[in-house]
């Protein structure tokens, strides 16, 4: 059974940053691609950031380039998103997942249960 939990969310000012984790249990993760998502109150759910299983490849949506670093520990089968910089409009549920390509989001099939990241003075 494939689980993935997230952590590392929490409370943090314009500027600064956290570090997300996503443990991997059933599943081998450098077989497969890496996406963190958000979902912001009221919006849609949106692509952040994801690494690609084959080169190692990294994709980053725009609002986010320069701030956020997505990496792969494969000995830890986890996954780490680093968010510098932070903004209020970065506040949203960061989700992990798993897939076959990033450029399919619907190739995504096993999601962690998500980890709240609030940015506010």
């Known amino acids: 059974q494939v689980q993935l939990v997230e952590s590392g969310g929490g409370l943090v000012q314009p500027g600064g940053s956290l570090r997300l984790s996503c443990a991997a249990s059933?599943?081998?993760?450098?077989?497969?691609?890496i996406g963190w998502f958000r979902q912001a109150p009221g919006k849609e759910r949106e692509g952040v950031s994801c690494?690609?299983?084959?080169?190692?490849?990294?994709y980053y949506a725009d609002s986010v380039k320069g701030r956020f670093t997505i990496s792969r520990d494969n000995a830890k089968n986890t996954a780490y998103l680093q968010m510098n910089s932070l903004k209020p409009e970065d506040t949203a549920v960061y989700y992990c997942?798993?897939?076959?390509?990033?450029?399919?989001?619907?190739?995504?099939?096993?999601w962690g249960q998500g980890t709240q990241v609030t940015v506010s003075s």
């Open positions: 997942a798993t897939g076959i390509v990033c450029s399919d989001y619907h190739s995504f099939g096993s």
């Open positions: 690494i690609s299983s084959s080169d190692g490849s990294t």
């Open positions: 059933g599943v081998t993760l450098d077989y497969y691609a």
